[in-house]
């Protein structure tokens, strides 16, 4: 793969580096004693397992599913009333999980039935599970809401508007500017015009467009066809839609994807002007997901760093602003692109509630999933029977861990967010991965918030590693199956 020039890199991140910190007062916190290692010993043999399988560490934790069935399971699973309802905030996530196909790179709870009758019978189930918190749902200040999947604009025009009719109202109270945000893809986007009006009228803010790449080729690779010729037509039938929010989602790392490939999917997506652009980092965790599987030469950690680089680089200078180390890019001052909903779960870590098959709900050191396939969930909200079948009572280590690793997906974490979160200092939680991650030249502190520092997405890997507790730890480096 062809590596960009390196002095024009640093030169770039050197006058951005001066222009950031001028522009905005920054200031490099001191480092003083309390970052003095206690135990490098173990931080250096954990590190250097983590070089051996940087796959592994991505933005989700923990690495393996089974690390918290087996350690913090609780059965039985209470139903999320008992657990939510005393709140005063939370958010709303909707799961819809019908697609076309499933991408090879994918691992969320989809389904790919095409039946309307299947759909019109899970929006039935998804409608009652809401109704389940009608005595309580309704007082709450609803934050944001995510239709999320899965492809929701799967679904029948009907059933859209059955589903944002039902949530329209929770929203009256929300204080942020587009509170109400939803998933579609460029061929339904360019081809059912109707449904993006019916969602627009029903009050849907902010649409969030799956483009993932302009290579032919490459979307071949991964189970994707036929989208690219329709994603101009789907941004100009957004825009005329009105909603007031799009955001274009792209991914780098896909198989043989080069840095020329990638730098043309940066030209295209520049050219359709959207407000905020993702830019997801292609994951291999897990050798059951597809794409692992079939893919011989995995991306390096250099490899995603340099591809990183570059889309830092160009979106900044095209005008789509982020902290370095973030996938998000806005080029609207003050905004992180992200959806309300997305942005209070990792960055405020907000609790929520999950709607629909293998929704997850938070609050707290309390997590939980409903039942994963679409089938059984239809059957429990059919018979009364609890949906909820995963529910884990988290150490606060696990819950920090989490909630950092989301953090980071912003490109830092903020010691007044965690404060308020855990009611505890970052800086003594984390006192030597800190420490670590200032001598190691990967993180920086300005005015509280501990960014990734410019030219390290290559670490990230790393990074997040430094966050796992150490039960996390002796577990992953016990198992018996290889890692990535
Ligand atoms: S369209 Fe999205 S949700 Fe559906 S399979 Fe592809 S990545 Fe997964």
């Known amino acids: 793969m062809p590596v960009p020039c390196l002095c024009l890199k640093s030169c770039f991140f050197n006058a951005l580096h001066q222009t950031l910190t001028h522009s905005t007062g920054w200031k490099r916190k001191p480092t003083g004693p309390r970052f003095f290692m206690i135990s490098t010993l173990t931080l250096v043999n954990w590190l250097a397992f983590v070089e051996a399988h940087p796959h592994d560490f991505t933005i989700q934790y923990p690495a393996r599913r089974e690390y918290f069935i087996q350690n913090f399971r609780c059965e039985p699973a209470p139903r999320t009333s008992e657990w939510l309802s005393d709140l005063d905030q939370l958010l709303l996530y909707l799961h819809i999980p019908f697609c076309e196909a499933k991408c090879y790179y994918c691992n969320f709870a989809v389904d790919v039935n095409q039946s309307e009758d299947f759909h019109r019978k899970y929006v039935d189930a998804l409608l009652r599970e809401l109704d389940s918190h009608a005595d309580w749902l309704p007082n709450c200040e609803i934050a944001g809401v995510d239709i999320g999947g899965g492809t929701p604009t799967m679904l029948a025009t009907a059933e859209l508007r059955r589903i944002a009719r039902a949530v329209k109202p929770l929203l009256k109270k929300s204080a942020r500017p587009f509170p109400f945000s939803i998933e579609t893809t460029p ?123 570059l889309a830092f680089e160009k979106l900044y200078l095209a005008g789509w602003k982020t902290t370095y180390g973030s996938v998000n890019f806005s080029k609207h001052h003050n905004e ?149």
């Open 187 to 309: 061929r339904i986007a360019a081809e059912e015009l109707e449904k993006l009006q019916i969602l627009h009228d029903e009050g849907v803010d902010r649409v969030s467009l799956g483009v993932q790449s302009f290579n032919a080729i490459t979307l071949a690779s991964v189970n994707r066809f036929r989208q690219i010729a329709q994603t101009d037509i789907a941004m100009a039938n957004l825009r005329r839609t009105g909603f007031k929010r799009v955001n274009l989602d792209i991914i780098f790392g896909l198989p043989n994807q080069t840095l020329e490939d990638w730098k043309y999917d940066l030209d295209q997506i520049i050219a359709l002007d959207p407000d905020s652009i993702t830019t997801y980092d292609c994951l291999y965790r897990g050798k059951g997901r597809a794409l692992t599987k079939r893919t011989v030469i995995l991306p390096t950690p250099e490899t995603y760093g340099a591809l990183y680089d």
């Open 336 to 484: 992180t692109g992200t959806s309300a909903c997305f942005e209070g779960r990792l960055l405020d870590g907000m609790p929520y509630l999950g709607l629909g098959n293998y929704a997850s709900s938070l609050r707290g050191n309390h997590w939980s999933f409903n039942t994963y396939s679409a089938s059984d969930y239809m059957t429990n909200i059919r018979t009364g029977s609890n949906p909820c079948a995963y529910f884990y009572d988290l150490p606060a280590a696990e819950s920090q861990a989490k909630y950092i690793l989301y953090s980071l997906n912003y490109g830092f974490v903020d010691e007044s967010r965690f404060m308020r979160r855990f009611g505890v200092k970052l800086t003594e939680t984390f006192a030597e991965e800190l420490g670590h991650a200032i001598n190691a030249g990967w993180m920086e502190c300005c005015d509280n918030r501990w960014q990734v520092k410019l030219g390290q997405f290559k670490n990230m890997h790393a990074i997040r590693s430094l966050f796992y507790p150490e039960q996390a730890r002796k577990w992953l480096m016990a198992l018996q199956e290889p890692m990535l």
